[in-house]
C-alpha cells in the first residue's frame, strides 16, 4: 500500500514536554498538509508544503507548533511544551498539483495526541 | 469568511436505501471545488468525490453522487444502494482562498450515516 502513512499512530504526553510527528505523503506528491481534529469537529487546517516550502500557515498555529519538510518528501510536526488543549488527532494529508489541475487531497491515518 | 455547513448532526438509513447528506457552503470566490469525505471509526479520511464550480453536470463516482446547486450554493451528497459499511461520519470540505489567496481546505462539523440491516 503506498498511501500517506503517519507514525506514531496515538502519543500520550505530560503537559510541558515536546512532541514530534512523522508524516511520509504519497510517492511524487508535491503537497503536504497538516489539519488537526478534535472531538465531535471536522479537520482544521495548521499548514502546507509546495515541495519544500512552507507556503501557507493558520493563525491556530501558534509559536509553539513549527512543521519542516526539508527534502520535500517526509514531514515533521514539533509540538513544543505541550499543553492539555493541544490534545486532538492530527492528520496529514498530500496531493498532487499541476498547473490547473484540482487539489485533491489523500489523508493518512493520523496520529492521535493525549496530554495529561 | 468560508463556511460550511452541515446541518445534519446523524442521520438513519435502511440497507439498500438512498440517502442525502446536506451540505451548503458560503462563498464569495467566483472559483472553488468542493469535496465530500468520509471518516470511519478506524479515524483515517477517506476521499469520495469532488465537484469544481465551474463544472456543468454532477459528479458521480459509483455509487456516490453529488447534488450541486450552485444558486442555492448546496453541494448534498447523495449515496445510493446503503451498505452497512457506509456507517461513518462524513464531512464537506471546500476549497478557497486564504487570506494570503492560497488555497486550504475548510471543513463542516460532519454528519455521522448509521445503516441499519
Known amino acids: 500500500d503506498t498511501g500517506v502513512s503517519q507514525d506514531p499512530r496515538h502519543k500520550i504526553t505530560k503537559r510541558g514536554q515536546n512532541v514530534t510527528f512523522r508524516c511520509d505523503p504519497i510517492s511524487e506528491h508535491n503537497r503536504l498538509y497538516w489539519y488537526r481534529q478534535t472531538l465531535g469537529q471536522g479537520p482544521e487546517f495548521l499548514t502546507y508544503f509546495q515541495n519544500e516550502a512552507q507556503l501557507e500557515k493558520s493563525r491556530l498555529l501558534s509559536d509553539r507548533f513549527s512543521a519542516e519538510r526539508p527534502k520535500g518528501s517526509f514531514s515533521t510536526l514539533e509540538i513544543q511544551r505541550t499543553e492539555q488543549g493541544d490534545s486532538a488527532m492530527y492528520l496529514c494529508a498530500s496531493s498532487l498539483v499541476r498547473t490547473g489541475g484540482t487539489d485533491t487531497q489523500y489523508f493518512g491515518p493520523g496520529t492521535r495526541l493525549t496530554v495529561l | 469568511a468560508q463556511k460550511i455547513t452541515q446541518t445534519q448532526p446523524g442521520m438513519f438509513v435502511q440497507e439498500k436505501e438512498a440517502v442525502t447528506l446536506d451540505c451548503t457552503y458560503d462563498?464569495?470566490?467566483?472559483?472553488?471545488?468542493l469535496f465530500w469525505y468520509k471518516q470511519p471509526s478506524s479515524g483515517e479520511m477517506i476521499f469520495l468525490i469532488y465537484?469544481?464550480?465551474?463544472?456543468?453536470q454532477n459528479a458521480t463516482e459509483g455509487r456516490y453522487s453529488l447534488n450541486f446547486q450552485k444558486a442555492r450554493k448546496s453541494a448534498n451528497l447523495v449515496i445510493s444502494a446503503s451498505q452497512l459499511g457506509d456507517s461513518a461520519m462524513y464531512f464537506c470540505?471546500?476549497?478557497?482562498?486564504?487570506?494570503?489567496?492560497?488555497?486550504?481546505?475548510?471543513f463542516g462539523s460532519g454528519t455521522r450515516l448509521q445503516v441499519q440491516p
Open positions: 465537484q469544481g464550480s465551474y463544472d456543468q
Open positions: 462563498t464569495s470566490d467566483p472559483s472553488y471545488g
Open positions: 470540505a471546500i476549497l478557497v482562498p486564504m487570506d494570503t489567496g492560497r488555497r486550504a481546505l475548510t
